[in-house]
């Protein structure tokens, strides 16, 4: 490491991105090769969404508007609420960095579940400040040890919700007796990047949290995306709402057109695409079932789950199965890599895929069944 990082720097860990489907083709020789590893929606992007990206190429040549006026104002109309409650970033996650540049100061606290989205963690860290890790519970978020974990050392709590990797949510009840012992000066982060999967009708929405009376003497922040269900990750555009008191400092953080206009524009589109929206919600509901059935019926375990992957608990090895299945062409995640070991997040893909997938772990259970009765004979 260079003599002149900064410390903390020097201890933070280099996210690994998962295996590519050109790599694994050109590892294994193979023709195909379906990733069901990311969370991105099967779908792909609104039509509408593509047409835009078309139509903007030609203009790239210019700088975006710094204030993202025009999507804002969609944002604004969509989910009723002002034009000065929305903050724009490079895909949620450096909303998530914004946020810890802008509150976070060496020796704060920071409080998070986990397993969950490791990024909390990282910015905390980046910004030397201390991370509070709080065990899920049933793969949920402990709300009542969260809360007790909480100092006068602590800035942020971070909620993921559903959260990543379980697709576990919090509720309604459970988050309004959590807020009910958050200090008024500790900021509330609620990632929602999957909320537009949710089903429960006991999914505490922080957009509504936020918008009620009730609760106008808390810091919340509500985290959401196009990456996920809009199908724009490779475009990187996320935004956060929150007060214009909290919206203020952030933007002195944020740097000058962070968002691209060619995302910009998309995002526009995709708002406007109710039905590509509806249809990949649909898609997903149909498609987690039959991967929870048929996953059921060879030995896995499926947990319920409010998003768009599956945490599924694996008869052996999470990492063998992840070798084995990579060689035939399906690439998940697996859970020693996301602190489920044992468990494994599975994408749900499009019809042909899951498919695809079911047929392949029937081959490698097929083959270390004979394996087994080979090795019994010997």
């Not at 946020?99 to 490791?118: C, K, M, Q, R």
Request: net charge negative; hydrophobic share 35%; charged share 30%.
């Amino acid at each position: 490491m260079v003599d002149i990082c900064r410390g903390c720097v020097s201890n933070l860990k280099k996210y690994v991105p998962g295996r590519t489907e050109e790599e694994v083709k050109k590892e294994f020789g193979l023709d195909k090769v379906v990733k069901l590893a990311s969370n991105e929606n099967p779908l792909g992007p609104s039509p509408k969404a593509v047409e835009a990206i078309k139509d903007y190429a030609s203009k790239v040549y210019v700088y975006p508007d710094g204030s993202y006026r025009k999507l804002k104002e969609k944002l604004s109309e969509e989910l009723d609420i002002s034009f000065e409650n929305i903050t724009l970033g490079c895909g949620s996650d450096e909303v998530i960095k914004l946020i810890g540049e802008t509150f976070l100061d060496p020796g704060d606290e920071i409080v998070t579940a986990w397993p969950t989205f490791p990024i909390y963690k990282h910015i905390a860290k980046l910004m030397d400040a201390n991370v509070v890790e709080i065990p899920l519970k049933s793969f949920k978020h402990d709300l009542n040890k969260m809360a007790d974990a909480i100092t006068d050392k602590t800035k942020i709590v971070f909620i993921c919700s559903p959260n990543n990797p379980t697709g576990t949510i919090v509720t309604q009840d459970e988050i309004e007796g959590f807020l009910n012992k958050v200090p008024d000066d500790v900021l509330v982060v609620f990632d929602e990047a999957y909320v537009e999967y949710v089903e429960s009708d006991d999914f505490a929405d922080a957009l509504k949290l936020f918008k009620d009376n009730k609760w106008n003497n808390k810091k919340i922040v509500t985290l959401r995306t196009f990456s996920k269900i809009h199908g724009l990750a490779g475009l990187r555009i996320g935004y956060g709402i929150t007060s214009p008191e909290i919206i203020e400092p952030i933007e002195k953080v944020r740097e000058p057109f962070n968002v691209n206009s060619v995302a910009h524009e998309a995002a526009i589109a995709s708002l406007e695409d109710k039905e590509h929206i509806e249809k990949s919600r649909k898609e997903n509901f149909k498609e987690k079932k039959y991967l929870q059935k048929t996953l059921k019926t060879l030995g896995f375990e499926a947990e319920d789950t409010e998003a768009n992957f599956l945490n599924v608990k694996s008869p052996f090895c999470d990492m063998e199965l992840f070798d084995e299945l990579m060689k035939k062409g399906i690439i998940m995640r697996p859970g020693s890599l996301l602190g489920l070991p044992g468990y494994f997040r599975l994408t749900v893909g499009k019809e042909k895929d899951n498919r695809y997938l079911c047929d392949k772990i029937k081959e490698i259970l097929a083959e270390r069944k004979g394996n087994d009765a080979n090795a019994m004979n010997n």
